[in-house]
């Protein structure tokens, strides 16, 4: 199936605020400042003003700005990327503590061009902030590092308090959307993450408008269950580019409400949904429902 025109108006819920209030410059400066990059900018997110300026976060992007995969959904630069900088962990968790952070969400790109794809640079940097700011709740999104369970081992050993990987689509479309990357992969890589640390929290994410089908999403939500997938988010994609794949549909928010009820029904402790919504989208804010509804869940076991 070729692509076909993204629709050239966004629908009347995509209005987005813009906050350049002094925290929105605070942050700006502090990552300019540090030489840090985020994935708030790489990835060109809607939800940079409100998340920068109203709520006071960033989601860290580690190892560079240069990814070695080309996913076609993707704004960040693909090449081959530069050395490792080995005091980045530091850096970040310096970052954090100056502002004050109570949750703080790191990704990273793909970097097959290292041995272990980055999971130890992924694993100081969790020890790193929980070392300088250990009231601070640690969420990671990273790569599959090719099905690496040293690799993925290595970063669930660093405790983070929630481990992220995307499926980012649905099964059919993950060919056409993803680079070097496989539905089956990501699946296994949220398997080993449950059985290296049974008491982990797990994460995943889907973008719609892809060309998916809601059987599709249902299909991919259970797939995620299937791996004890705690939390799930579903967003909608924009096309970053014109080099990117365009959208095919635009999912209404009583239709993202729905499939947030679908998600919870499965068994999902927490389900954000939305068409602004994104991997680090609240994620504080999701955490600590996360944790509300977790004790409940247990004392309901009791």
Not at 29 to 40: A, D, F, K, N, P
Not at 43 to 58: I, K, Q, S, V
Not at 265 to 274: D, N, P
Request: proline share 5%; with cysteine; hydrophobic share 35%.
């Amino acid at each position: 199936m070729g692509d076909t025109q993204a629709p050239e108006r966004l629908p009347p819920w995509f209005k987005v605020r813009l906050n350049t209030s002094k925290s929105y410059g605070a942050i700006k400066s502090l990552v300019q400042s540090e030489g840090l990059h985020t994935v708030c900018q790489e990835a060109r997110c809607p939800n940079l003003h409100e998340c920068w300026g109203t709520h006071g976060t960033a989601s860290f992007m580690i190892l560079g700005d240069t990814c070695t995969r080309r996913c076609r959904f993707c704004a960040v630069g693909t090449g081959l990327p530069g050395t490792v900088d080995i005091l980045e962990p530091m850096k970040v968790a310096a970052s954090v503590m100056k502002m004050g952070l109570k949750h703080v969400h790191v990704t990273m790109v793909n970097r097959d061009d290292l041995p272990d794809g980055g999971a130890s640079a992924m694993a100081a940097t969790v020890r790193a902030i929980k070392a300088r700011a250990p009231e601070c709740s640690v969420e990671v999104l990273t790569s599959d590092f090719m099905g690496s369970r040293d690799a993925i081992a290595a970063v669930v050993e660093s405790s983070p308090d929630i481990v992220s990987h995307n499926v980012e689509t649905v099964r059919r479309l993950t060919p056409r959307v993803r680079s070097r990357s496989t539905y089956e992969r990501s699946l296994l890589f949220l398997r080993i993450a449950r059985e290296l640390d049974p008491k982990a929290v797990t994460k995943s994410s889907l973008m719609l408008g892809l060309g998916e089908t809601r059987d599709e999403i249902l299909s991919t939500m259970d797939d995620l269950r299937a791996k004890d997938v705690d939390i799930v988010n579903l967003g909608q994609y924009l096309q970053p580019t014109r080099n990117n794949i365009p959208v095919q549909r635009y999912w209404t928010p009583d239709e993202f409400a729905s499939l947030r009820e679908a998600a919870l029904e499965r068994g999902f402790l927490h389900c954000e949904a939305g068409p602004l919504v994104r991997s680090s989208y609240h994620a504080g804010e999701q955490y600590e429902s996360f944790r509300q509804n977790l004790q409940r869940a247990r004392a309901q076991r009791a």
